[in-house]
C-alpha cells in the first residue's frame, strides 16, 4: 500500500483523505474475496465491520498519542523535537490553528513515540513486533509476483506439466522467483525513495484492477454467464446459484481475521500521512468518512466475488480468478496487475525493514563495523523471505499468519498502549488546554478491553492454525 507526503509539505484534508484511503486499501485485499466467502456473507460483513470499528478506534489513539509526543517535547524546552534523527523530522512550521500545545507539528514515527513513553523492553519488543510484520509483507509480495507471473504465462497448467517449453510449471515460478529478486534485490542494498509519479501510477493501476473486477463480476452476475459464454454448470468459471452461497460459516472466521487485519492496516505510516496536513481539528472526522468507504468498497468487492464466484474456484489472489475472462485485454492486465503494484512497493518495504533492523540492534548499545550495515543486514532482508516463498507460494496462508500475530501488535497493542504510556507521562507536565486530539474512546477501559480482544483473537487463530495441522 502506498500513499503519503513531503514531510515538509502541507496538504488540505481532503489530500491527506485520498492518501489515507490510497494506504489502506493496498494489495492486501486481493486476498480478502476468498477469505470472505469461506466466512459466509453475513458473519463476514459483521466481522469487517467489527474489524473496521476497532482499527478505526486505534486510529485516534494514535492521532491522540502523536498529540502527547508532541506536547510532551514542548514541556520539556525540546521545540526541534530531536529524538532521534532517524525517528523525527524537522519542524514543520504551520498554522496551528488553536490546536494550542498539542498541535501536530512532528512526525513522531511509532518507534519514536514508543522511545518516548514505554519502557525500554516495550520499545525492542515494538521493534521486534514491526520487523516481524515488515517480513511478512515481503514473504507476501516475494511471493504473489512470481505467482502472478507464472499463472499469465502458464495458465492453469499443473505443477509438473510443460510450460515454457520443456520447462514445468512449478519450475517456472521458480525462474520467475529468481528474476524478481535478481531485478529487485539490489534496491535492498540503496537508499531509493519513492517518488510522487511512482504512487500516480501504481495508484491509477490499483483502482483500475479494483473496478475492473468488480464490474467483470456484475455482468456475470446480472447475464448468469460463464466466462466462455455458456451458463452450463460445468462451464469456465461457472456462476454459482444464488442459494449455494455461504451464509454463515464460523469455521471460517479465524482466516477472515488474519486477513482483514491487512485490510485495515494503515497505524504504521499514521506519522507520514497526519503531520503535514494543514488543519487538523476535523482529521477523526476524516478517518470516519474514510473508514467507512473503505468498509463498503470491500463489501461491495467481496459481495460481488461471492456471488460470481463459487467458493471453492475462489484464488488467494482474487485477481487470477480472471485469468479465463474472454477480453484478452482485461485478463492480461489483472493478472499482472500484482506484479506492477507490488513490485513498485518491494525495494519501499525492504529498505524500510533493514532501516528498522539497524535501530534495533543499536538499542542494545551496540555499534558494529560498517560491513554489518551495508551487506549484512540487506541481505538478512532479503533472503529470509526469498526462502519461505521458494518454501511455498499460498499468499493466504502467508497473510493469514503475519496479519493476525504481527499485525495484531502494530494496529491494535502499540496504539493502545502509546496512547495508554503517553497520557500517564503528560498527567504530571505542566501542560494545560484541552488536546483536541483526544481519543473518543478516552476512557482507559476501552484500552483494556481492546487488550482482551486482542488476546481472544490470537488465541482463536492460534487454536485454528493448530486444528488445520492436524
Given amino acids: 500500500a502506498g500513499g503519503g507526503g513531503n514531510d515538509n509539505a502541507k496538504y488540505s484534508l481532503k489530500v491527506g483523505s485520498l492518501f489515507v484511503f490510497n494506504l489502506i486499501v493496498g494489495a492486501g485485499a486481493l486476498s480478502l474475496p ?79 513515540l514508543s522511545a518516548m513513553f514505554l519502557p525500554s523492553l516495550g520499545t525492542k519488543i515494538f521493534y521486534f513486533v514491526m520487523i516481524v510484520y515488515l517480513f511478512g509483507d515481503l514473504c507476501i509480495y516475494a511471493a504473489a509476483v512470481p505467482k502472478s507471473l507464472r499463472t499469465v504465462i502458464c495458465g492453469s497448467a499443473g ?6 517449453g520443456s520447462i514445468n510449471s512449478k519450475d517456472s515460478y521458480y525462474i520467475f522467483l529468481a528474476a524478481f529478486v535478481g531485478a529487485l534485490g539490489p534496491f535492498c542494498f540503496t537508499n531509493a525513495q519513492k517518488t510522487t509519479a511512482l504512487q500516480i501510477v501504481t495508484s491509477f493501476l490499483r483502482w483500475t484492477s479494483f473496478s475492473m473486477m468488480i464490474v467483470i463480476a456484475i455482468l456475470g452476475i446480472s447475464s448468469g454467464e460463464n466466462f466462455d459464454g455458456t451458463t452450463a454448470a460445468n462451464g469456465t468459471d461457472p456462476v454459482p446459484d444464488a442459494s449455494d452461497v455461504q451464509v454463515a460459516t464460523l469455521s471460517g472466521l479465524p482466516t ?33 468518512l474514510v473508514f467507512a468507504l473503505v468498509f463498503a468498497f470491500y463489501c461491495l468487492l467481496c459481495f460481488t466475488a461471492a456471488f460470481r464466484f463459487k467458493k471453492s474456484d475462489l484464488n488467494d489472489l482474487y485477481t487470477l480468478n480472471f485469468k479465463h475472462y474472454h477480453v484478452t485485454f482485461c485478463s492480461y492486465f489483472l493478472g499482472l496487475f500484482p506484479v506492477f503494484v507490488l513490485s513498485a512497493v518491494f525495494p519501499i518495504i525492504s529498505i524500510t525493514l533493514r532501516n528498522n533492523l539497524q535501530t534495533l540492534i543499536e538499542l542494545f548499545g551496540r555499534h558494529y563495523p560498517q560491513w554489518v550495515y551495508r551487506i549484512f543486514l540487506p541481505l538478512l532482508t532479503l533472503i529470509p523471505p526469498v526462502v519461505v516463498a521458494f518454501a511455498t507460494d499460498n499468499v493466504s496462508l502467508l497473510v493469514g499468519v503475519t496479519g493476525s500475530y504481527a499485525g495484531v501488535g502494530i494496529q491494535y497493542v502499540f496504539p493502545a498502549l502509546l496512547c495508554l504510556y503517553g ?24 484500552i483494556y478491553g481492546l487488550m482482551v480482544w486482542a488476546a481472544v483473537c490470537l488465541a482463536i487463530v492460534t487454536a485454528n492454525h493448530i486444528v488445520q495441522g492436524h
Fill in 256 to 288: 477472515l481475521f488474519g486477513v482483514s487485519i491487512y485490510a485495515f492496516m494503515c497505524h504504521h505510516s499514521l506519522p507520514s500521512l497526519v503531520t503535514p496536513i494543514d488543519d487538523k481539528r476535523r482529521v477523526t472526522l476524516m478517518f470516519v
Fill in 423 to 446: 497520557r500517564r507521562a503528560c498527567a504530571n507536565l505542566p501542560i494545560s488546554g484541552y488536546n483536541p486530539h483526544r481519543s473518543w474512546f478516552s476512557h482507559s477501559a476501552w
Fill in 159 to 164: 505443477d509438473s506439466e510443460p510450460c515454457m
Fill in 34 to 112: 476468498q477469505a470472505f466467502a469461506g466466512a459466509g456473507v453475513i458473519t463476514g460483513t459483521i466481522l469487517l465491520l467489527l474489524l473496521a470499528t476497532l482499527s478505526f478506534m486505534c486510529v485516534t489513539f494514535m492521532v491522540e498519542a502523536m498529540s502527547l509526543g508532541n506536547a510532551h517535547l514542548r514541556s520539556q524546552g525540546n521545540p526541534s523535537g530531536s529524538i532521534q534523527d532517524q525517528e523525527v523530522s524537522p519542524l514543520i512550521e504551520m498554522d496551528r490553528k488553536d490546536e494550542g500545545v498539542y498541535s501536530i507539528d512532528k512526525r513522531l514515527e511509532m518507534g519514536a
